[in-house]
């Protein structure tokens, strides 16, 4: 029997009941100005969130549903895998910073401030340090080990350009995670573990995805895996094999080397080569193929410059070539500082040039090739590597692109974008090390402990769900993280059976444990149903004109099909929603 209180839409309510009336979900009929990508658009227009400043947004209670439903996949997957969850300081010492280096190598991005007492603080974008000054201060003994946490916390990341909404925040929510293990081999057994989980939390919540090698970047570590929701917004660039699977994020991706059948040499020629400087126009101008032309490319890396020779069809990873240096900041040099060097800039060639000299393999095979003559206007061709250039070493510098050859299968590799939504490191000893984070093993000997780390991006996810999941109307929610389960739309308020029979189904689904929003908005028909598809809740029933025939519409979101139900098998299909 329901219990009937006045309300300004029906005449009467139950306050336990889910109104669409009394509930906080403020739609909007236009696109915002400033959304460019599905998940902006749709979760703005929809009423999930709401922009406070660039990259911070406010979660409304549909977003927060959401939210707490993808903490709870998580949250199961991470408990099914033996970690433990704990929640740390967002406020972090600038003294742990210090300790590893990062207060000054993570830059612009990690918030400072200070205290009262003029004393360092940053609000962490991840949790390293905190970690393993919790567990230095607490693990004496190899029988205190192994440790595996985490945590669902807010996380804060001082983005240059803040875009695409809860894509790239400065303020977003993260799960972030740290094993602890006496030995490599024991720490590499983890980071399977956590690899098996975070497949099942990706499969859980219906997403498309790859898991692909990726650089370690600012985190560091011995090696570490990118898991991407394949969309055309996304900021990753992603080439896979489809024969073999490997797959790995450009800035990381290794590819096969053709080698190329051997040349007689050719005299060493210099050529006038006026006003022509890019690569195409040399090899049009010395009618070469645009692989025959080496670019020899000036970067700065920290404080020093050093030159990239490489084919022409090929670009520079500037990620490879950071890491081959060992460099905080890598980036081509100026035009001024070219000119300071000495050097003629779309002219710069390794021959004679005082500079440290890093080529990629794709020249290691190259015969009778075109190089700058460092003299404007003049290029050399014909130059051949043991004749005329002594490179000793030969190094991987060179971005992956579709077609190349898979490094494993050699099967032409594939290319996507993607966006990044977890993120799993072997991180060895980098941070053990660094803070005195020991453990004595049986022999009585004092080792550091071996440490990974594991991150997903919580509110991310969201974002990669809808931008998988949409059409033109709106937000098609997967079940497991929708809002509601159902969606029940009374078309006429002011018709008492029809109201009724909405707050009878209303009631049989909560009586079966099924999430339930109830639209009793005195308002048309068509903004009820624009607002059903924009909010995305999987499963809709619609009390209309067919209740004179003594049915309710019932429709999946993700179809157009609408199938007409008898009210007396309105309970059997609520049963059957239930099993979903």
């Known amino acids: ?310 084919r022409g069809d090929r670009e520079v990873n500037e990620t490879k070539l950071a890491n081959l240096l060992k460099a905080l900041d890598v980036r081509p040099a100026t035009s001024e500082e070219l000119q300071n060097l000495g050097l003629v800039e779309g002219f710069i060639g390794p021959i004679g040039l005082n500079l440290p000299i890093y080529a990629d393999y794709s020249i290691h095979e190259l015969y009778n090739f075109v ?30 692109k579709e077609g190349d050859p898979c490094p494993v299968c050699k099967e032409p590799l594939k290319e996507t974008t993607g966006l990044e939504v977890g993120h799993i490191f072997l991180l060895g000893t980098k941070y053990s090390s660094a803070m005195k984070a020991y453990f004595t093993d049986k022999d009585g000997k004092e080792k550091p402990i071996v440490m990974g780390c594991y991150g997903i991006g919580v509110s991310r996810l969201m974002a990669a769900i809808v931008e998988q999941y949409h059409d033109d109307k709106g937000i098609i929610w997967p079940d497991i993280v929708a809002p509601f389960d159902l969606h029940i739309l009374i078309l006429n308020v002011k018709d008492e059976n029809s109201v009724k029979v909405g707050f009878d189904i209303y009631e049989k689904a909560k009586s079966l444990g099924i999430d339930v929003l109830l639209d009793d908005r005195d308002m048309s028909a068509g903004a009820k149903f624009k607002d059903a598809d924009l909010v995305g809740i999987p499963n809709r029933i619609v009390i209309g004109k067919s209740l004179n025939e003594g049915k309710v519409e019932y429709q999946r979101r993700e179809s157009q099909d609408k199938t007409l139900v008898e009210l007396e098998k309105v309970e059997e299909l609520l049963k059957s929603l239930v099993k979903r």
């Not at 690899?195 to 939390?201: G, L, N, S, T, V």
Request: glycine share 6%.
């Open 1 to 310: 029997m329901l219990k009937l209180y006045h309300t300004k839409s029906l005449g009467f309510y139950d306050g336990g009941l889910m109104l669409a009336s009394r509930y906080f979900m403020p739609t909007l009929k236009e696109n915002p100005s400033e959304a460019q990508v599905p998940s902006h658009i749709y979760l703005i227009r929809a009423g999930f969130i709401r922009s406070l400043a660039a990259g911070i947004y406010e979660y409304l209670p549909l977003g927060l549903k959401v939210l707490k439903k993808i903490e709870n996949v998580i949250r199961n997957r991470m408990d099914e895998a033996g970690a433990l969850e704990l929640l740390l300081p967002i406020l972090t010492p600038a003294e742990l910073w210090k300790e590893t280096g990062r207060w000054d190598v993570y830059g612009k991005e990690l918030f400072r401030l200070k205290d009262r007492k003029d004393a360092d603080f940053a609000l962490g974008p991840t949790h390293e340090e905190t970690i393993t000054d919790l567990v230095r201060k607490n693990v004496r003994s190899y029988k205190d080990l192994p440790l595996n946490f985490y945590q669902i916390q807010t996380k804060f990341r001082d983005e240059a350009r803040p875009r695409y909404g809860l894509i790239r925040g400065r303020e977003f929510i993260m799960k972030d995670g740290y094993s602890f293990d006496v030995s490599e081999e024991d720490a590499i057994k983890t980071y399977e573990v956590m690899k098996q989980a975070y497949h099942k939390i990706f499969q859980d919540l219906k997403l498309d995805y790859l898991m692909v090698e990726a650089d370690v970047g600012a985190i560091g570590g011995k090696f570490s895996h990118e898991f991407v929701v394949k969309v055309p917004s996304g900021e990753a660039h992603i080439v896979y094999c489809e024969k073999c699977g490997y797959a790995a994020n450009v800035e990381a991706a290794k590819f096969h080397h053709h080698k190329l059948p051997p040349e007689e040499a050719l005299p060493l020629e210099k050529v006038y080569t006026p006003n022509v400087s890019s690569v195409e126009e040399v090899a049009n101008f010395l009618k070469v193929q645009p692989q025959k032309v080496v670019k020899t490319l000036v970067y700065k890396a920290d404080d020093k410059f050093v030159a990239v020779l490489i």
């Open 371 to 400: 190089v700058g003559a460092n003299e404007k206007d003049y290029h050399y061709k014909n130059v051949n590597l043991q004749r005329d250039l002594k490179v000793e070493h030969f190094y991987d510098l060179a971005t992956a």
